[in-house]
């Protein structure tokens, strides 16, 4: 299993920015995915998560900054942030879950909100 991101950088704040996530070795349709991150110093923390029904979860820190959301015959999750503060800057990471199944992560891409 592999899930691969893209998409972090450095931006300003109030600026944009939208991750990618592209998974292989799973079937991609059947799996609950998502977006966590991990500032320095800070405990893992989840973003958003979106079921695969399509129901979606957002973290209260970004809530009403983010939008996530699937493709899955790209088998591909998408995370959109806008309004980005300082406190956005962390590595996120993809999550692929399953009920009674492992748990896949990522490798994480940096995102960090500096002027």
């Known amino acids: 299993v592999q899930l691969v991101e893209s998409g972090g950088g450095l931006v300003q704040p109030g600026g944009s920015l939208t991750l990618s996530c592209v998974a292989s070795?799973?079937?991609?349709?059947?799996?609950?995915m998502g977006w966590y991150r991990q500032a320095p110093g800070k405990q893992r923390e989840l973003v958003a998560t979106?079921?695969?029904?399509?129901?979606?979860y957002y973290g209260e820190s970004v809530k009403g900054r983010c939008a996530i959301s699937r493709d899955n015959a790209q088998n591909t999750v998408w995370l959109q942030m806008t309004n980005l503060e300082p406190e956005d800057t962390a590595v996120y990471y993809c999550?692929?879950?399953?009920?009674?199944?492992?748990?896949?992560w990522g490798q994480g891409t940096q995102v960090t909100v500096s002027s």
């Open positions: 979106v079921t695969s029904m399509g129901s979606k």
């Open positions: 999550n692929a879950w399953k009920l009674v199944s492992n748990d896949y």
């Open positions: 070795g799973i079937i991609f349709s059947g799996w609950q």
